[in-house]
């Protein structure tokens, strides 16, 4: 299983901007699909995470501006970020449950996108 983020870049305090990851192998099946971040300097933490029924679940901090939503014929998890401020500034991972063909299930993690906030 491969996992390919995308959409992350230089934006201005207030902008937008939509993350992407898209997974592709031998996908039997995606559980939960969950963003972290992890800022310079800081630990990992959750931004949010939808699970396979659309249940979905926000770090307090993004609440009410970010959005998290899945693709299941893509097998891919966006997350719409909107009203950005520069402490939202991190390295973003998307990490996904799936379950193979072959080998089980397992957690996989995306390679990372920067997003910078900054005027």
């Known amino acids: 299983v491969q996992l390919q983020a995308s959409g992350g870049g230089l934006v201005r305090p207030g902008g937008s901007l939509r993350l992407s990851c898209a997974a592709s192998g031998s996908i039997f099946s995606i559980d939960v699909m969950t963003w972290y971040r992890q800022a310079p300097g800081k630990q990992r933490e959750l931004v949010a995470a939808v699970n396979s029924g659309g249940t979905t679940t926000y770090a307090d901090s993004v609440k009410g501006r970010f959005t998290i939503s899945r693709d299941n014929a893509w097998n891919t998890v966006y997350l719409l970020m909107n009203n950005l401020r520069p402490e939202d500034t991190a390295v973003y991972y998307c990490?996904?449950?799936?379950?193979?063909?072959?080998?089980?299930?397992?957690?996989?993690w995306g390679q990372g996108t920067l997003v910078t906030v900054s005027s």
């Open positions: 990490n996904l449950h799936v379950t193979t063909y072959y080998s089980g299930s397992d957690d996989y």
